[in-house]
T-cell receptor, first 115, second 118 residues
Framework: AQTVTQSQPEMSVQEAETVTLSCTYDTSESNYYLFWYKQPPSRQMILVIRQEAYKQQNATENRFSVNFQKAAKSFSLKISDSQLGDTAMYFCAFMKLYTGNQFYFGTGTSLTVIP | NAGVTQTPKFQVLKTGQSMTLQCAQDMNHEYMSWYRQDPGMGLRLIHYSVGAGITDQGEVPNGYNVSRSTTEDFPLRLLSAAPSQTSVYFC?????????????????FGPGTRLTVL
């Protein structure tokens, strides 16, 4: 079975500063995807960034980037130039490929951006 | 495209009642899944389907039934609701084929259904 661990239940950051959210996972799979999803109070799950395990290069999407350490099974999210709209729950997710694209989620980190 | 739609948005049931949560997608995705979200536990997989006529159990399937008669629809049935099934339910879809979806393997989520069982 796959497990995903987010050890920071809550975090806060000053507007315009940088914050890093941690995620570790455990799997015996060699081919998988990792994701960070954002869930604002609207409840909608919004994809922030994804990483294919076979790619060594870390994914980036504008102000969001990841530090993917495959051997250590670590997948942290860095948010640069934090904005008030980044306030949300952030979920790390592991996706097992092909067998229905099953997702395994961490318990989430509640991020608050302080003006 | 409407993406993934779920109905209803909110529902209150009494213990023992049955109901069906509806989920539909218009992206021709092969894969569909149901998750429940509980405080402090993230999202957990209930059931999933890899195509019409094919379903399988996820992490927490007890108390729920699914069927997939068409590619578009994947309803979730609660046969006899229990207070432990109070949760927010999300439906999601994805495709392993880049021909079907430009977003290869990306999972699209519906807006969720908040269910309360009294």
């Amino acid at each position: 079975a796959q497990t995903v661990t987010q050890s920071q239940p809550e975090m806060s950051v000053q507007e315009a500063e940088t914050v890093t959210l941690s995620c570790t996972y455990d799997t015996s799979e060699s081919n998988y995807y990792l994701f960070w999803y954002k869930q604002p109070p609207s409840r909608q799950m919004i994809l922030v960034i994804r990483q294919e395990a076979y790619k060594q290069q870390n994914a980036t999407e504008n102000r969001f980037s990841v530090n993917f350490q495959k051997a250590a099974k670590s997948f942290s999210l860095k948010i640069s130039d934090s904005q008030l709209g980044d306030t949300a729950m952030y979920f790390c997710a592991f996706m097992k490929l092909y067998t229905g694209n099953q997702f395994y989620f961490g318990t989430g980190t509640s991020l608050t951006v302080i003006p | 495209n409407a993406g993934v739609t779920q109905t209803p948005k909110f529902q209150v049931l009494k213990t023992g009642q049955s109901m069906t949560l509806q989920c539909a997608q218009d992206m021709n995705h092969e894969y569909m899944s149901w998750y429940r979200q509980d405080p402090g536990m993230g999202l957990r997989l209930i059931h999933y389907s890899v195509g019409a006529g094919i379903t399988d159990q996820g992490e927490v399937p007890n108390g729920y039934n699914v069927s997939r008669s068409t590619t578009e629809d994947f309803p979730l049935r609660l046969l006899s609701a229990a207070p432990s099934q109070t949760s927010v339910y999300f439906c999601a879809s994805s495709s392993p084929s880049i021909q079907t979806s430009g977003a290869y393997n990306e999972q699209f989520f519906g807006p969720g259904t908040r269910l309360t069982v009294l």
